[in-house]
């Protein structure tokens, strides 16, 4: 027997197991909108009316099983009302689900977030698939807001309050293997398995895992406001309850309604109504929404870059290089000669070690990144990236080289991060052929990457690199060829301006607590002493319009105080930190002297057309330089304070 709905179909095989499978049609991913949850009531009453022996829930989708609830319907809510139907609606669904007499599997392969783990949450047991597109959490809290369909009731009676609370306030993720450790799989198996596993699990119907003294002790009244005042304390570290009022609410619907979040009186801050009514989750929602359209990008040709050749293994082309072989494709790496290699090579290893964890894995990433002093990959590769230092003349040259010796078909690229295309492309016999991937420091953190059109660059050949983009897991921006391009165009007065005010003898620390306060995730002087000195005055003197560079990024780089890379800079550097001393007030004034000049310049570059409109302006400035989230971008920002701006 089968009944189907539009994104639902249950079968039943000949052990009496029900298979019910979701598959949004309209979508190429799985996501929980209200249709959908209806549909999936819907199931839960034809299974009420013939009560099966047990139930698989699983995808239909080979990429993933439930990314979450339709973040799009948020955006459709105007009222109380409204918020308040979207969190019923899944909650009495999942409630449901929880108390069927019948065991009942989650069959997990691929991405289960939100929403879906929280429906995952809901059943008896979960049977999640090892391999590396297997990622398991709950990331509201970046949205603004909170799990809503028992995720904040659920996660910590499985696995114990502390661990539930970390997945909670910080949104991250998790693998296969660290869910079946945590307590939150039951099972973790290859993928050939997977369907027996999940008959086996429900046949055999074991005891649900329980929690065990210490961690059951975490659940009590006392145990929770012990450990809610514990996370508290780290959230207010990294978050204010003013910018980011979620985690806050997590916490209060743990500690006093035992994450129902419906239980919240009106008015009150935990509610869901009060969240999705916050500046904050409207604009950490449009960010969401910015993050989707830069992904769409890439899929436009979506054909797989399979080897790719870097020139450069200095810091930036070394870690492009151990990111595209982290990411599984083969990568040669070219510089002068082995000792130049040795450093990347090294850098590669703690990467894989940091991201893969399994020793077969890390063995893999490594064979994959093949040290090239010859330049031999050129003739193989399917894109050629050029990260070399910012000279034009080295540009040129190297380019004149791998021209001769590339594929007809391969992409040539230039990491460049500010001379224009065309005066690279001049070197080629084919200017068609360039573009500008310009990636950030440091590439394994850094989500941006620039997609440079010159003027004589091929739209395909774009389309082709933000194609690899996306398939190195990165988010591609359009952006025209001009000097700068957008983000070190925008980025560079904000720190010009940061360091003149330490020209003018304000302190470091009191520059960056100012930035910091508004809602950067780090200071300007830091993040100057992290970018490197002597890129900050190669770019500050290209765009600074006749104004002079600041005194003390002259002479810091003078004397060879390059930031970071050099150990010292603004500030000392140790064991890859800042030494910073106690930051003084900043003056009332100060916050808006560093984010005005950055504003300016990004309404310039939007009337100059660098990129099509001004929501990329703000992604590529949330996303490429951290400008506070949020506040919904540096245009968004600007619209909503027109008085000052």
């Known amino acids: ?121 809901a059943c008896r047991y979960r049977v999640v698939v090892d391999e590396p597109s297997t990622r398991l959490g709950l990331p509201e809290v970046m949205l603004g807001i909170v799990p809503g369909w028992g995720g904040i009731k659920r996660l910590p009676a499985l696995i114990g309050a502390p661990a539930a609370l970390d997945l909670l306030l910080t949104g991250r993720s998790i693998d296969a293997r660290r869910a079946k450790k945590l307590g939150l799989a039951d099972e973790c198996v290859p993928p050939r398995i997977m369907a027996n596993t999940a008959r086996g699990v429900l046949l055999a119907a074991p005891t649900p895992r329980t929690l ?14 012990l450990v ?4 508290a304390k780290a959230v207010e570290k990294r978050a204010s309850r003013e910018h980011y009022p979620a985690p806050y609410a997590i916490l209060e619907l743990f500690r006093r309604y035992d994450g129902n979040p419906l239980a919240p009186p009106a008015g009150d801050p935990a509610a869901i ?21 830069l992904k769409a990008f890439g899929k436009a040709a979506a054909a797989a870059v399979k ?55 890390v063995r893999a990433a490594s064979d994959r990144l093949i040290p090239d002093v010859a330049g031999d990959g050129v003739a193989h590769a399917d894109l050629v990236i050029e990260a070399i230092y910012e000279n034009v003349d080295a540009k040129r040259a190297v380019f004149a080289e791998v021209e001769k010796r590339a594929r007809a078909d391969a992409v040539l690229a230039t990491n460049t991060s500010s001379i224009p295309l065309e ?34 660059s091929d739209p395909t050949v774009l389309a082709r690199a933000a194609g690899f983009v996306r398939a190195i897991d990165r988010l591609p921006l359009p952006v025209k060829s001009a000097p700068g391009f957008l983000v070190n165009r925008v980025l560079a007065p904000y720190l010009m301006t940061a360091m003149r005010c330490v020209d003018e003898g304000i302190a470091a620390e009191t520059v960056d607590r100012a930035a910091v306060v508004f809602g950067m995730p780090m200071g300007p002087i830091e993040l100057a002493d992290a970018v490197g000195l002597d890129i900050c005055l190669a770019v500050g003197r290209m765009l600074a319009k006749g104004a002079a560079v600041p005194r003390t990024l002259a002479e810091r780089v003078e004397a ?24 003084g007030v900043p003056d009332a004034g100060l916050a808006a002297r560093l984010i005005d000049p950055m504003v ?21 400035a949330i996303f490429g330089i951290g400008f506070a989230p949020f506040r919904g971008g540096p245009l968004h920002y600007a619209a909503s304070e027109p008085d000052r701006v």
């Open 273 to 293: 109504d009060a969240l999705l009514a916050t500046p904050t989750a409207k604009n950490l929602i449009r960010v969401f929404g910015l993050q989707e359209r």
């Open 212 to 225: 065990r003294v210490p961690l059951s002790l975490t659940l009590t009244g006392l145990g929770r406001r």
């Open 307 to 361: 080897h790719v050749h870097v020139v450069g293994a200095g810091a930036m082309g070394g870690d492009i290089a151990a990111w595209c072989a982290l990411r599984g494709m083969t990568v040669t790496l070219q510089d002068q000669d082995a000792a130049r290699l040795a450093p990347a090579l090294a850098r590669a290893t703690t990467l894989f070690r940091s991201r893969l964890k399994d020793r077969r894995l």
């Open 228 to 231: 809610a005042g514990r996370a």
């Open 560 to 583: 060879g105080r390059l930031g970071k890379k050099s150990g010292q800079g603004y500030y000392a550097w140790k064991d890859g930190k800042p030494q910073k001393g106690a930051a």
């Open 423 to 456: 005066d690279i492309a001049s070197a080629l016999s084919a200017p068609s052929r360039l573009v500008g991937v310009h990636f950030f420091n440091p590439v394994a953190r850094m989500m941006l990457v620039e997609i440079v059109a010159g003027r004589s």
């Open 1 to 121: 027997m089968t009944v189907e709905q539009a994104s639902w179909t249950l079968s039943r095989d000949r052990d009496g197991l029900a298979w019910l499978s979701f598959d949004r049609p309209d979508a190429a991913a799985n996501t929980l909108s209200a249709a959908t949850v209806d549909e999936f009531a819907a199931m839960l009453d034809a299974l009420e009316r013939d009560p099966p022996r047990g139930l698989v829930i699983r995808s239909g989708k080979d990429n993933g099983f439930i990314a979450g609830a339709d973040v799009t319907e948020f955006s459709a809510i105007h009222d109380s009302a409204g918020a308040r139907a979207l969190v019923e609606r899944g909650w009495r669904a999942f409630e449901r689900l929880a108390k069927l007499r019948y065991p009942t599997v989650a069959l997990v392969r691929g991405f289960c977030l939100g929403g879906g783990l929280e429906l995952a949450l």
């Open 600 to 620: 300016a310049e990004a309404k310039a570059a939007l009337a100059e057309g660098i990129v099509a409109d001004a929501d990329l302006v703000d992604a590529g």
